[in-house]
């Protein structure tokens, strides 16, 4: 099967894989085709520099796993359930199309050097002259936080030893007082040494640990990421380290919002691929962060929407302004990105004519929409049989994925894989 998906043709099974490429082909056409037309041009004058990458869709196959798809996309496994919520990592089924957040808000942080945000479970490269680059990363888990503030890089190591703290040994009697390099190094192949004492940006041997709060507070990559990052990072480049759940900014002229879930709806996606949505809670941090950045255009703030998605957190950069020709049809970039064949995730709801335009109205929001993402009107994109798909996708408990160190076995197959990385 090639890298792009498209598998090669075996004798006597032309018309089947036949049906299956076309299906294929149509989805991704379908959906190539929503994000295209929600893509508006650039318009002189208009504030923009926010947001970075484009989101773009994946149609599974019938052997693929999430996690599969998140390693190979630098994608943290929890990110991609927020943004498909339901969906089962282990058996997603085939020809499901998956939304893979590739596209980002820039956290409100100095644009220079790392920028983690820990929230969002996501670290920002700021090379000098070069485009910013957005990684997946794992943060400390409850006890071992990570800390918040700002920091250097003081050394760096290719192969690294780790020396376990003794609470580290303390918690894993059996580990030595030394691990040298190898398969068994939880540091993994490279490792970035941060003034703050026993904090790392390193590598992996669990790369499924990636994209959660499982560390004891280190900062870890997928192997291939922190390669790349490793060559490029200078000693002394300044490291930050925010906690912002929800980023706001411009693109082309419109606002945006990125709301991400809290870590207590991170536990729950780690348990059942879905989290239960909070209506009633809309948090004033938020509201306020958005009036001062829609600035003069604060009268533009769709807040049936903003609501929408704060309920939502899916995690993706979502477009909140009306646009500026009051023509609705005219939408820009992620506004609402939806699969082809699912409705805008837009609050159906109209505005009262009697609400402020500069905050919300109190006690009513958006529900969660009906087997789709949270907090919104969308459906799971329909399978080739026109039914929507699975029992998993409907908002049925999926399989459980165990916690740290759990080794689980992946249904349908003989074989068992750790789910996730080991503590560092």
């Excluded at 969002?120 to 990363?137: K, M, S, T, Y």
């Excluded at 398969?183 to 993994?188: A, K, R, S, V, Y």
């Excluded at 459980?400 to 160190?405: D, E, L, T, V």
Aim: hydrophobic share 35%; net charge positive.
């Amino acid at each position: 099967m090639s890298r792009a998906g498209t598998p090669a043709r075996p004798p006597g099974g032309g018309a089947r894989i036949g049906r299956g490429l076309s299906r294929r082909r149509l989805l991704l056409a379908a959906a190539a085709s929503v994000l295209a037309n929600r893509v508006a041009p650039a318009r002189a004058g208009l504030p923009t520099g926010d947001l970075i990458g484009t989101l773009r869709w994946h149609v599974t196959r019938h052997e693929d796993t999430l996690l599969d798809i998140a390693v190979a996309n630098d994608i943290g496994i929890l990110a991609i359930s927020a943004a498909n919520p339901g969906l089962d990592p282990w058996i997603p089924g085939a020809d499901q199309l998956v939304l893979l957040p590739t596209a980002q808000l820039l956290p409100d942080a100095p644009r220079e050097g790392i920028v983690i945000n820990k929230a969002e479970l996501r670290l920002f490269w700021f090379p000098r002259g070069g485009r910013v680059r957005a990684h997946a990363i794992g943060v400390g888990r409850d006890g071992y936080d990570t800390p918040v503030g700002e920091t250097r890089i003081v050394r760096k190591q290719k192969d690294p030893t780790w020396y376990p703290t003794p609470r580290t040994r303390a918690e894993r009697p059996e580990l030595p007082a030394v691990v040298p390099p190898g398969p068994d190094n939880p540091l993994g192949r490279h490792a970035l040494y941060l003034a703050w004492p026993t904090y790392l940006i390193h590598g992996t041997n669990k790369p499924y640990g990636v994209g959660r709060r499982v560390s004891r507070g280190c900062i870890r990559m997928y192997p291939a990421a922190i390669e790349r990052l490793y060559e490029e990072v200078p000693i002394g480049t300044r490291v930050t380290v925010v906690d912002q759940t929800f980023k706001v900014g411009w693109h082309e002229g419109e606002l945006y919002l990125e709301a991400h879930p809290e870590p207590e709806q991170l536990e729950e996606l780690e348990e059942q691929y879905s989290f239960t949505p909070r209506p009633g809670a809309i948090d004033e941090a938020a509201m306020a962060l958005i009036r001062r950045k829609a600035g003069e255009a604060l009268a533009r703030v769709d807040w049936d929407r903003v609501e929408a998605e704060l309920v939502a957190r899916r995690g993706i950069p979502v477009r909140i302004t009306r646009p500026l020709d009051g023509n609705a049809t005219v939408l820009g970039a992620f506004d609402g990105v939806a699969s082809p064949g699912r409705s805008s995730p837009s609050c159906p709801r109209r505005a009262s004519p009697r609400r402020r335009a500069n905050r919300p109205s109190s006690g009513r929001h958006c529900r969660a929409g009906p087997a789709g993402s949270a907090g919104s009107t969308e459906r799971p994109a329909p399978g080739p049989c026109g039914r929507p798909p699975g029992p998993a996708a409907r908002g049925s408990r999926a399989p459980h994925i165990p916690r740290a160190c759990d080794p689980c076995r992946r249904p349908g197959r003989s074989s068992t894989r750790s789910a996730h990385p080991g503590p560092r």
